[in-house]
């Protein structure tokens, strides 16, 4: 009778919904922390990161063998990048004014007691290359000429005298500077996928071409070898994956050096030139792997969580190594791989705001196949023990770029959607990095049709899916990826409930008369000649087609940003309004292409999860 009894009791257990997931506020969300970009002093005693702890980021440090970190920098608008010296107590800091990405130098010393500008001209956009190996010289471009072009400079550090090492009417960057400081490797840029390489005399200001080539050619530069005799690279000229290779700085001639099946994402040269720590791109998650230069052999690593690496450079001595840590369900964090004991040590402990990281959930990698054929993928995040009902409304985010790839990476507004019984499917659509050069051009130009089918595509894919309600989708994105959200609302206007755009292109033409004078070129070769492919811009721009859109649409802008102008957002924004529809519009005053100051996240994504919930819940 009472085994029955018993019995009976854990049928009604099953029998009764699953108790739903503790529920935190978004602001709780947005408050989790992260120690991003480490890197690692020379001596190996601090490593040094950046956290929005104070609301936009900054430069902190932290002993490498734990404790307390330290506040380093105090600007008014964040931190862009920095870097240690490496033979000094000092680090070279990147910074702008509000996201207008005019990015000015800062040295600092590494107990903080001082912060010199190296550079100060709000009107010139600085581009930071790197340290010389003796920490005396800083090199660099910048668009001080023209703002159309980018020149490369070599500064004195302590003298902050700078000179003009290299001129050309290009978009150039300084990517490697020789042991001796004579020799500078400089890219040129024609479009965001194809560049050359110059080896530039830094006596002379002469510039010889390295890579003479046809079609795209990408060139991630590592580093000299061989007594800078070789540059080690990670390219994709003359093939489809990038890879690493050896390129002979007399010659040009390139070796390759591996021949991976899939995307190499760059890599970091010990000062010894002995040990290579290499990151390669595998369906967008992050592999690391140490290699002995001479004989390219791996080296023993310890096993790391599977999720995203970033390199934080060597010590002077090349036995310690920094690293950043993230994975979809755990926030990045600074750590350090000792490679005499090959162990693995963390450093930072970012706070996730009183959050249960156990509500957290990682995705799943999707494929499918489009309506060609081609194989598309994302991740796709469901609530734990989501319903099997087709009940859960969904967000899809487009990642802008288009070149950008969706990674398995710690999203907070992901898992808060998740956490509010929302699905969020994160794809890469054709003309997303990771997948090769081919796939990376199939949304050129004219084919940009197709990267929109794509997303249809997974749209109806999701539909079929037993958690989602396929009457329920909403699409979100960013720069490009806002462009998708206004162009599927206009194109496909019965596929989805609700859009939002952040700082998205509305009219193609518009926009390439009115972004950045320098990144007019780079985009023309990417979207078309508003000139030559002038019929096509139009038939695709979503401004010009407004009339059709029938979702309710929110629009996201920071008044000075230099790639996606306000006046984009404004015309979409003013065109909805002229036939009656549905927008909600936010402008920051102080942001950029992007919204980077804590209260205005909260401002802006508190509107975004109620726009969606009203129209999607």
Known sequence: MIAKRWMIAILLLFALPMQAQKQYPLRQYLNIRAASAPNISPDGKQVAFLSAVTGTLQVWKVPASGGWAEQMTFFGSGVASTLWSPVNNEMLVVADTDGNEQFQFFLVAGEGKSIVPLTDNPKVRHGFGGWSKDGKQIYYSCNKRNPRYFDCYVMDVETHQARLVFQKDAILDANALSSDGK????????????????VVDTTTGQGRLLTPHTGDAFYNIIGFTDEDRSLLA???????????????????????????????????????????????????????????????????????????????????????????????????????????????KQVTFSSLAGIDADTFVAPSLIKTKSFDGQEISGFLYLPKNAPQDHSLPMIMVVHGGPEGQERPLFTSLYQYFV?????????????????????????????????????????KWAGTQPAINPKKLAIFGGSYGGFAVLAMLVHYPDTFSAGVDMFGIADFKTFLANTAPFRRPLRIAEYGDPVKDSEFLDAISPALHADNIK???????????????????????????????????????DEGHGIAKLPNRIKAYEGVVAFLTRYLK
Do not use: C
């Open 183 to 198: 020799t500078l490797i400089a890219s040129s840029a024609t479009s965001n996928v194809n560049r050359d390489l110059y």
């Open 234 to 344: 990670v390219t994709d000229q003359d093939r489809d994956f990038q890879n690493l290779a050896k390129i002979d700085v007399a010659t040009g001639k390139i070796t390759f050096l591996l021949d991976e099946s899939h995307d190499l994402l760059g890599g970091e040269l010990s000062h010894d030139g002995k040990t290579l720590a290499l990151l390669t791109n595998r369906d967008g998650y992050g592999e690391l792997s140490l290699l002995d230069t001479a004989t390219l052999r791996s080296k023993r690593l310890p096993k790391l969580p599977k999720g995203s690496i970033g390199l934080g450079g060597f010590t002077t001595d090349g036995k310690t190594l920094a690293l950043g840590i993230n994975t979809p369900t755990k926030n990045t964090d600074a750590w350090v791989l000792d490679l005499r004991s090959n162990k693995l």
């Open 419 to 459: 956490s509010r019984g929302f699905a969020v499917l994160a794809p890469n659509i054709r003309g997303s990095s990771g997948y090769g050069k081919r796939y990376l051009a199939l949304d050129n130009a004219s084919k940009r049709w197709d990267a929109l089918k794509d997303i249809e595509v997974l749209a």
């Open 551 to 589: 979702a309710p649409l929110m629009v996201i802008q920071g008044l000075n940003d230099p790639r996606v102008p306000e006046s984009e957002s404004a015309l979409i924004v003013k065109k909805v309004k002229d036939k009656g529809g549905v927008v909600e519009y936010l402008l920051f005053p």
